[in-house]
């Protein structure tokens, strides 16, 4: 908590970084200078794979999931467990959850742990979603806590309640459980908090934000390690508060516009030759002890 | 007699009109709004709603009474108000995106 930085914002150079935080603070080193050696174990992130998505931004949306695939089942060691922060699907497309399950079964791992994104859950209320992912989770609602090796994770859902005019929320019964959750756990445990809208407010005119965020984050505010990731703006964007790293992570899908920068969030086009630089998937390092999370980011390309 | 002829023909004429009125009524999705965000329509219309954008989008009812599935670019949804009211709508997808449609 002394050591503390607002606002840490990274352009992309289109190779892989590592980030390392202690105690809450990021440092960057470049993907081939970093190792995963001494880590006590590694996890993955996917997000975004928005199966059913067939625009123009990206023709072959299930050809770069594969690739994402291929990197996470490349990394050494293994991923203990990997993380789908969400949009799962394009929209509930009709059996594009099964066609997502039949390519995450080439994923080498022991599990993977899902919450879902807004594309999930908007036609049916979640109906769907929760009768596949929900068992597990607290009261088949989606959300959930575990603990791996000393790290307490939270997975949260702030995409059910969507109403007109508020996007991104937890609502009431889930902060409770989330203040009940935390409770017991000492100011020294590793957090990993994971959401698919972003916990903080990224771009509200986009929708890119939490309306109860604030809460929660202040309920995180007396843990010395928490990193924070989440998914939906489909870029790589971070930001450290105090003890707290927020990582946006990359689709595997399509990108989308930095905040502001076009009339709308919608998929974004570019080159085909950049556009592999634009999506990936996210490894995560962990070393007891010290407590530094190392989060690399791996472009497809 | 003749006049009377006249006026069932006028009658079912104006019928008609409210027929074709309410076949056409359609909103245009486009850059994240529906336009027109007001449409006022007759009862028993059906309106029409079709997505320009490249970004999936929803047509749903507030109280999520209906509700369209994800529509894709080019794709359209339609619904029929059999009630005199207004009805207020927006994109679950997209929160911010609201409209309304008014039945008279």
């Known amino acids: ?301 | 007699m003749t006049r009377g002829l006249l006026t069932v023909t006028l009658v079912a004429a104006v019928a008609l009109a409210a027929v074709a009125d309410a076949a056409t009524p359609s909103v245009q999705i486009k850059e994240f709004k529906f336009v027109p965000a007001l449409l006022t329509v007759p009862v028993g219309a059906t309106v029409t709603w079709i997505n320009g954008d490249e970004e999936p989008h929803t047509v749903t009812a507030t109280d999520r009474a209906y509700t369209s599935s994800g529509l894709d670019r080019k794709d359209t949804y339609a619904h029929r108000f059999t009630t005199p009211g207004t009805y207020t709508y927006f994109c679950a997808l997209h929160p911010h995106m609201t409209a309304t449609v008014v039945v008279k």
């Open chain 1, 1 to 301: 908590m002394e050591r503390r930085r607002f606002m840490q914002c990274l352009a992309w150079a289109g190779t892989g970084l590592v980030w390392t935080a202690r105690g809450g603070v990021l440092s960057a080193t470049v993907l081939g200078e970093a190792s995963a050696a001494g880590a006590d174990f590694t996890f993955g992130q996917i997000s975004d794979t928005h199966v059913g998505f067939g625009g123009e931004a990206n023709k072959d949306a299930m050809g770069t999931l594969r690739d994402s695939i291929a990197g996470l089942n490349a990394l050494e060691p293994r991923p203990a467990f990997v993380l789908h922060t969400g949009d799962l699907s394009h929209g509930q497309k009709p059996g594009a959850f099964d066609t997502l399950a039949g390519s995450l079964k080439a994923v080498r791992t022991e599990k993977i742990v899902y919450i879902p994104g807004e594309h999930d859950v908007a036609i049916d209320g979640g109906k769907e979603y929760l009768s596949r992912y929900g068992a597990g989770t607290y009261e088949n609602r989606g959300y959930q806590s575990f603990d791996y090796r000393g790290v307490h994770f939270v997975g949260l859902v702030n995409v059910l309640s969507y109403k007109p005019g508020v996007g991104g929320a937890l609502g009431d019964e889930q902060l409770a459980w989330l203040r009940k959750d935390l409770d017991p756990l000492t100011p020294s445990t590793p957090l990993v908090v994971f959401s698919h809208v972003p916990l903080w407010a990224v771009y509200p005119a986009w929708g890119w934000t939490t309306a109860d965020g604030e809460q929660v984050i202040g309920m995180l505010r007396r843990f010395g390690s928490v990193t924070a990731l989440n998914g939906h703006i489909h870029q790589v964007l971070q930001r450290v508060e105090g003890s707290i790293t927020f990582h946006s992570a990359r689709s595997t899908a399509f990108p989308q516009p930095a905040p502001g920068a076009a009339p709308t969030p919608g998929p974004m086009k570019v080159e085909a030759g950049q556009l592999r630089r634009l999506l990936g998937v996210r490894e995560v390092h962990y070393v007891e002890g010290t407590a530094p999370l190392a989060v690399v980011e791996r472009p497809l390309a």
